[in-house]
T-cell receptor, first 111, second 114 residues
Framework: LAKTTQPISMDSYEGQEVNITCSHN???????ITWYQQFPSQGPRFIIQ???TKVTNEVASLFIPADRKSSTLSLPRVSLSDTAVYYC????????????FGAGTRLFVKA | DSGVTQTPKHLITATGQRVTLRCSPR?????VYWYQQSLDQGLQFLIQ???????AKGNILERFSAQQFPDLHSELNLSSLELGDSALYFC?????????????FGPGTRLTVL
């Protein structure tokens, strides 16, 4: 499973756009990039998934450069309710892996 | 509502005891995952089952075991409990085995070991 690196935490203000970048240098050809959101004491929730270029849904956008060694989750005009932990997940299951989710990025949105 | 149910919601027990956590996956999902999340920690993958068979193992202690039944519900058994086992235990399900498949998480079981 490709290792991912994300910032531990980020702060933002309401109404701003937030970009969270994830590095995944060892991404394989068949790997997709998936982002999850987790609120305190709740299970993670799927946000978006992509393979290359750009993907957009009603919640976020995902930008993936041509080399696919990183990806950026973009949250437009965040609100207080976007305060959560965001996990970047990359890779095809090969069996025997230790963890699926890394430490994630703790986003704190201030008024 | 993800469609994944977990029981019980809360569990308080003593050290040395044994507990069983139950998970019912989303209708149609064949794969079940178990995760442990201690206070302010990330999600630790424990084990995955697919259609009744163990598919992958993570950092699951020998004191812990799991199984998936023919009706696809799963149980996580925790024995000889220690204070450090206190955590939120999440179950997730997906349609297949790939990590690329969207995982739907249940509300979790909060285990407190006293």
């Amino acid at each position: 499973l490709a290792k991912t690196t994300q910032p531990i935490s980020m702060d933002s203000y309401e109404g701003q756009e937030v970009n969270i970048t994830c590095s995944h240098n060892n991404i394989a050809t068949n790997d997709y990039i998936t982002w999850y959101q987790q609120f305190p004491s709740q299970g993670p929730r799927f946000i978006i998934q992509g393979y290359k270029t750009k993907v957009t849904n009603e919640v976020a956008s995902l930008f993936i450069p041509a080399d696919r060694k990183s990806s950026t989750l973009s949250l437009p005009r965040v609100s207080l309710s976007d305060t959560a932990v965001y996990y970047c997940l990359v890779g095809e299951q090969t069996g025997g892996f230790k963890t699926i989710f890394g430490a994630g990025t703790r986003l704190f949105v201030k008024a | 509502d993800s469609g994944v149910t977990q029981t019980p919601k809360h569990l308080i027990t003593a050290t040395g005891q044994r507990v069983t956590l139950r998970c019912s996956p989303r209708s149609g999902d064949l794969s079940v995952y178990w995760y442990q999340q201690s206070l302010d920690q990330g999600l630790q993958f424990l084990i995955q089952y697919y259609n009744g068979e163990e598919r992958a193992k993570g950092n699951i202690l020998e004191r812990f075991s799991a199984q998936q039944f023919p009706d696809l519900h799963s149980e996580l058994n925790l024995s000889s409990l220690e204070l450090g086992d206190s955590a939120l235990y999440f179950c997730a399900s997906s349609v297949a085995t790939s990590v690329n498949n969207e995982q739907f998480f249940g509300p979790g079981t909060r285990l407190t070991v006293l």
